[in-house]
């Protein structure tokens, strides 16, 4: 059976940390305004007991859609009614991960310890669970892409990561693979870039590889832009309101930016602080958070 806490992890050791020590409760500080204005951050407690909350989205159905690890659910919140729906995937130890909304409308998440990529409408009907077509490898960070497609990573190994994509009918073939050119790179997240910038950007957390990089959704091309500051441990990336990627290092304390050319100078880097981790998309209603 697939652990988090005896597989190896090719970002860190701290990957085994959050897993394993994650809230049973769901901090949705980034609800709406008024939670933030007031100064306050509200606790929603979940209907399983020790659901282990990870990836979270809101769609078009204005509800947040979130993966719950330990329980095995896609679960639903609706703000207005303040009503949690869960929905059991069909197997048990899924370990669904991270979640996004693709351009199909659909709930796209990764299935962990199934090596799969799943699909649910907004009614919560699972339609699908779909192989990487004999890629292998453990599906971690999802992006709905410029083209339309699923965009996830591959933890290969240690020293292997690769970036693929599926089509929203669950297609993938071995040309929808490719591998980050810097070997233990520790990709774990992905994220499309800002509007009309036609690639995805991914940060490399491991020290000997300190990078940011991004493909091409047409060519499939990657590029990697080094972080000026040594070891920082790029975590989490989004794109900003300026047109920027903004990306969480998480060894250095900071945040930091770089432009879609894959410019990073010393002041895009924030002062040091208190740890950053996760970064959600600027100017949704999804505020930053760290987790």
């Not at 059976?1 to 809230?23: A, I, V």
């Not at 989205?57 to 329980?71: G, I, K, Q």
């Not at 990078?211 to 990336?237: H, L, M, Q, W, Y």
């Amino acid at each position: 059976m697939y652990s988090w806490l005896n597989t190896p992890q090719c970002r860190s050791p701290r990957s085994n940390f959050r897993r394993s020590h994650l809230p049973r409760r769901l901090l949705l500080e980034h609800l709406e305004d008024r939670t933030l204005l007031a100064g306050g951050i509200f606790e929603y407690p979940l209907p399983s007991p020790a659901a282990r909350p990870f990836g979270i989205v809101t769609a078009s159905d204005n509800n947040l859609w979130f993966t719950e690890e330990a329980a095995n659910k896609i679960a639903r919140y609706n703000a207005v009614t303040n009503v949690f729906t869960e929905f059991p995937l069909p197997a048990p130890n899924r370990f669904p991960d991270e979640i996004v909304q693709g351009s199909d409308g659909n709930l796209w998440f990764t299935e962990a310890n199934n090596s799969r990529i799943g699909r649910m409408t907004t009614s919560g009907m699972l339609t699908g669970e779909f192989p990487q077509g004999g890629l292998g490898g453990t599906p971690e960070g999802i992006a709905a892409g410029p083209d339309g497609k699923l965009w996830f990573i591959l933890f290969i190994s240690n020293s292997v990561s690769k970036i693929a994509r599926m089509t929203t009918t669950g297609a993938i073939t071995a040309a929808d693979e490719f591998t980050v050119p810097t070997a233990g790179s520790g990709v774990g997240q992905i994220s499309r870039g800002p509007a009309g910038d036609n690639n995805l950007w991914f940060p490399e957390f491991n020290a000997s590889a300190n990078k940011i990089g991004r493909i091409n959704a047409t060519t499939g091309v990657i590029n990697e832009f080094p972080v000026p500051t040594a070891s920082s441990g790029p975590d989490f990336i989004a794109p900003g309101p300026d047109g920027r990627m903004w990306f969480t290092e998480e060894m250095s304390n900071k945040i930091a930016r770089i432009t879609t050319a894959g410019v990073i100078t010393a002041s895009d880097e924030g002062s040091a602080g208190s740890s950053p981790a996760r970064t959600a998309t600027f100017g949704s209603p999804k505020r930053s958070a760290t987790k």
